[in-house]
C-alpha cells in the first residue's frame, strides 16, 4: 500500500475514540498534540525513540511485559506473570507460592524458570519493499508461504548478533513486515514476590471482575556478563545496567489523570471479517471453554492441594482457569451485545463501497471472494483441530514428537530448517525440556489425555488420522476406555522421557536412532510424523493463499476507514505499543456505577482465611493498623490497591507499566473488567477498561509487610 495512504489513514482528524488504539511508536508524533492535551508532560516525540526514555525502560518477558526499576536491573511485572518461576522454585515443603519470596541480598536471589528471558528492544526497521519485491504473483499457496519463510530467515540471519535476537512480525495481515531486534538477557533470577494471598487475592472468583483487590506483583533481575553483554546464567556474572529505569510514583492520583501504558500486547482481532466473528463466538469459543474447564476438573481430581503434583500444575490451571473465564465473558458479551450487527453492518458497508468504483471493485472483489472461500475452508475440520490441541496437554507425547522433528530438522542446513528448530532456537528448545520437569506428573498427564483422546475417538470417521486411531487402538466401534487407560498407564510407566537427562539425551540423535528405538512415546512419534507433516504442508498451503488475500482485504479496510474518518492501527501481535487514556470508573448496567479506586478496606471485608480470600495474617493485622503513612488516599481516607482506566489493553500487557504524565510509574498493568472482555474483537469506549495495581499500595506492602527495604532503597520513589 502506498505510504500517502498510511499517512492519511492514520491522521489524527480520522480518530473516532479518543482512547482507542494501540499505536507502534513510530506513528506518536501524529498524536502529539491530543497526548499533550489529555496531561502528557514529556516529548512526545521521545515516546516514538526506542533508544530514549521511557521506552528503553520497558522490556518483554516473552508473553508478558515488564519495566526496569533501578540501575542494578531490577525488574518489576506481575505476579502472574512470574508464577511459572515461583512455581519452578516451590516444593510441597517449601510452598513459596504460598508464602511469598524475599531476596534480601544478591546472593539469595533464585535462579528463574528455564528458559526466562528479558527482551530489551533495539530496533525497528520497516522491510515491506524488501519482502514484497520478492513475492511475484506467481508465487501461490505453499511457495509462497514457504518463499516469505525463506525471506523471513534470511532477514532474521543478517540482523542477529551474539545476545541480541531479531524477528519479523507482519502488520495488517501482512500488507506491512517489521524487522525488530532485541537484546537477548538469558540469566534472570526471581527477586520478591508476595504471598499469593495478596498477589492472587481473589483468584478465579474475582478474575476479570471489578472491584478488585489484588497486589499483583513481583519483580526480577537481570543479569549479564562481566563485559555488560548476555550470558548464560553464572554466579560471576553481575547486574544488568539499563540505559535507563522508571522512577515509582508514591504521590496521589485521582479520578480522570492521564495514564498511558507502555507494553508488548499479544493479539487482537478487530478487523475480522464478521463471518469471522460468528464463527469465533458461535463455535470456537464455546468448546475451548468447555474443553479448559474440563482440562481443570480432571488436573484437580487427580492433583491434591498442596501436593507436588498439584503445585507442578498450579501454572498451567491459572491459564485454563484464566482462559476459560475470559471465553466465558466474552461469549456473553457476543450474546447481549451488538457486535455481530455492527460486524454484519460494517462488510455490507465495506462491499457496497468496493462495487462502488470500478477501479475498486477490480482491485478488491476477487480479494474479499477468496478470503470468504478460504475461511470457509478453515471450519471443516476446525472441532477436529481443537481436539488435537488439546492433547498437547499431554507433554510427553508432544515432546517426543518435537525431538523426533529436531533429529530430522537437524539433517538439513541450518538455513533449510524449519523456525524453531534452528540453532538459534536450540537454547529454548533446551529449556522446553528443563521446564518439563517441574510441570509434569505421569498420574496427571495419562488422565488429560485419557480425556481428549474420548473425545477424539467421537469424531466422525473421515475427520479422524488413521495413524493416531492406529497407534491408541481406536476403531469404528465404542471406545473401550478401561483398556486404554491401561495402555497409557503401561506407556507411562515404560518411557524414559519422564527423566530430564534422557529428554536432552534425544537431542543430538538421529532419525535411525528414533525408528530403532523402543520406548512406546518415540514410537509414537515415528508413527505419527508423515500425517503430521501432511496435515503442516497442507496448512501451509492454505496459509499461503491467506498471504495472498488478506493484505489486499486489509488494504480495502483501511482505505475504506479512511474514507469514513475511522482510526486505522494495526491488531496487536506482541510488537512493542503505546495505549493512553484516563482513570475512570464506568457503568456496567442500569443503576450500577463502579468508581474508579479500590481500597484497603475491600480487602478486610472481602477476607474470609480461606482461598482465594486468604489475605496473610500479617497483612490482615498491618491493615487493621491503618498505617498507611504517605500512601494514603486523601480522598478515600484509605490506602488504594487498585484503579480502571480507559487504556486500549489485551493479553500480553500484563505486567505492563503505567505511567502518568511525567512517565513516572504509578502502577501495573495486570487485567481488564468482563464488560469490556471482548475488546480483542471490538472496542467499546462505555466498557473498556483496564485494571492495574496501584503502586502505592505496592508500595506499601513491600516497606509494612514484607521488609522489602532493600529493594525500597535501590528504586527511586517519588514522594
Known sequence: MKKSLLALALSIATFAHADEGMWQPHQLPE?????????????????????????????????????????????????????????????????????????EDFDEELPAA?????????????????????????????????????????????????????????????????????????????????????????????????????????????????????????????????????????????????????????????????????????????LSKAYREEAIQVIKLHSAEGSEARIKYESILAS?????????????????????????????????????????????????????????????????????????????????????????????????????????????????????????????????????????????????????????????????VATLRSKLEALYQVTTLSDEVERLAWMGKSVEDFKASEDPLIQYAVAMYDTDMALEIADKEHKGKLAVARPQVMEAIIAFNKANGKAVYADANSTLRVTYGSIKGYQPRDAVSYQPFTTAAGILQKQTGIDPFDAPPAQVEALKKADFGIYKDAVYNNLPVNFLSTVDTTGGNSGSPTLNGKAELVGLLFDGVIEGIIGNWDYDPATNRSIHVDSRYMLWQMEKVDGANNLLKEMTIVK
Open 31 to 103: 498524536l502529539e498534540q491530543l497526548l499533550k492535551d489529555k496531561g502528557l508532560e514529556i516529548d512526545a516525540k521521545s515516546i516514538a525513540q526506542l533508544t530514549a526514555f521511557p521506552m528503553n525502560a520497558v522490556i518483554s518477558l516473552g508473553g508478558c511485559t515488564a519495566s526496569f526499576v533501578s540501575d542494578k536491573g531490577l525488574v518489576v511485572t506481575n505476579h502472574h506473570c512470574a508464577y511459572g518461576s515461583i512455581q519452578h522454585n516451590s516444593t510441597a515443603a517449601n510452598n513459596l507460592l504460598a508464602k511469598g519470596f524475599l531476596a
Open 114 to 286: 528455564p528458559g526466562s528471558k528479558v527482551f530489551v528492544t533495539q530496533e525497528v526497521t520497516n522491510i515491506t519493499a524488501q519482502i514484497n519485491q520478492e513475492l511475484t504473483p506467481q508465487l501461490k499457496g505453499k511457495a509462497r508461504f514457504d518463499r516469505i519463510s525463506e525471506l523471513r530467515k534470511d532477514q532474521i540471519a543478517a540482523c542477529e548478533t551474539p545476545g541480541y535476537r531479531c524477528d519479523v512480525y507482519s502488520f495488517h495481515g501482512g500488507l506491512e513486515y517489521y524487522l525488530i531486534k532485541q537484546m537477548e538477557i538469558r540469566d534472570v533470577r526471581l527477586v520478591h514476590a508476595p504471598a499469593s494471598g495478596v498477589g492472587k487475592f481473589g483468584g478465579d472468583i474475582d478474575n476479570w471482575m471489578w472491584p478488585r483487590h489484588t497486589g499483583d506483583y513481583a519483580f526480577y533481575r537481570a543479569y549479564v556478563g562481566k563485559d555488560g553483554q548476555p550470558a548464560d546464567f553464572s554466579a560471576e556474572n553481575i547486574p544488568f545496567n539499563p540505559p535507563s529505569y522508571l522512577k515509582v510514583s508514591a504521590k496521589p492520583l485521582q479520578e480522570n489523570d492521564f495514564v498511558m501504558v507502555i507494553g508488548y500486547p499479544g493479539r487482537t482481532n478487530r478487523y475480522n471479517t464478521a463471518a469471522e466473528v460468528e464463527n469465533q463466538f458461535t463455535q470456537v469459543l464455546p
Open 320 to 480: 485454563l482457569a484464566n482462559y476459560a473465564k475470559n471465553f466465558e465473558g466474552m461469549i456473553h458479551s457476543y450474546k447481549t451485545g451488538d457486535i455481530q450487527q455492527r460486524k454484519d453492518q460494517f462488510d455490507k458497508g465495506l462491499n457496497l463501497w468496493i462495487k462502488s468504483s470500478p477501479a475498486r471493485q477490480a482491485k478488491y472483489a476477487p480479494a474479499v471472494r477468496s478470503l470468504q472461500q478460504l475461511l470457509e475452508e478453515e471450519q471443516e475440520y476446525q472441532q477436529r483441530d481443537l481436539i488435537l490441541g488439546y492433547l498437547s496437554y499431554g507433554q510427553l507425547f508432544t515432546t517426543a514428537k518435537r525431538l523426533y522433528r529436531l533429529a530430522h530438522e537437524q539433517q538439513k542446513p541450518d538455513t533449510e530448517r524449519e523456525m524453531g528448530y534452528q540453532e538459534r532456537d536450540l537454547g529454548r528448545f533446551s529449556a522446553s525440556m528443563k521446564r518439563l520437569s517441574r510441570s509434569f506428573d505421569a498420574k496427571v498427564e495419562q488422565e488429560l489425555m485419557l480425556h481428549f483422546l474420548q473425545h477424539y475417538a467421537k469424531l466422525p470417521k473421515d475427520q479422524r488420522l488413521k495413524a493416531l486411531d492406529g497407534y491408541f487402538g481406536i476403531g469404528s466401534g465404542e471406545l473401550d
